[in-house]
C-alpha cells in the first residue's frame, strides 16, 4: 500500500488519500460549530483548500463534491460562501444533500475529490 498516500491518519479515518491521480477527502467539518452557516462553509472550504495544497492541487481541478447541510432553510447561506469561493470556470459536479450530521452543532459537512 505504499502508493497510497494518507494524510492526518487515525485510528477510525483520514482527512485525504491519494492514489493514482486522485486526492479523496473526507467529509470535513468546521472547527468551530458556533459559527453560522456562511461561516462554518468559509472554514470547511479553507480546510478543503489547505488539503489539496498539500496534495499538490487545487480547487480548480476538482472532479466532484458533495456537501450535506443540517437544514435545507439555510441553503442560500452555504451557497453564498460557495460562490465566493468556487472557481467559476471550473465549477466541479456538485450535489446537496440534507442530512443528520454526526455533531448537532455542525450546519454543515463537505467531500471533494480532486485531480492532482
Same mark, same amino acid.
Given at each position: 500500500?505504499?502508493?497510497?498516500?494518507? $494524510?492526518? #491518519?487515525?485510528s477510525r479515518l483520514s482527512d485525504m488519500a491519494v492514489f493514482n491521480g486522485v486526492a479523496? &477527502?473526507?467529509?470535513? #467539518?468546521?472547527?468551530?460549530? $458556533? &459559527?453560522?452557516?456562511?461561516g462554518q462553509t468559509k472554514q470547511v472550504?479553507?480546510?478543503i483548500d489547505a488539503l489539496l495544497? /498539500?496534495?499538490? $492541487?487545487?480547487k480548480e481541478r476538482l472532479l466532484m463534491v458533495q456537501i450535506f447541510v443540517a437544514n435545507m432553510k439555510e441553503f442560500?447561506?452555504?451557497n453564498?460562501?460557495?460562490?465566493e469561493w468556487v472557481s467559476k470556470d471550473n465549477a466541479p459536479p456538485r450535489? $446537496?444533500? /440534507?442530512?443528520? &450530521?454526526?455533531?448537532?452543532?455542525?450546519? #454543515?459537512?463537505? #467531500?471533494?475529490?480532486?485531480?492532482l
Open positions: 500500500m505504499s502508493d497510497i498516500k494518507r $494524510t492526518n #491518519v487515525g479523496y &477527502l473526507a467529509g470535513q #467539518v468546521p472547527d468551530d460549530a $458556533t &459559527l453560522d452557516m456562511e472550504l479553507t480546510t495544497k /498539500e496534495a499538490g $492541487t487545487s442560500d447561506q452555504m453564498k460562501a460557495w460562490d450535489a $446537496t444533500i /440534507e442530512a443528520r &450530521l454526526a455533531n448537532p452543532d455542525y450546519k #454543515v459537512e463537505i #467531500v471533494a475529490t480532486a485531480a
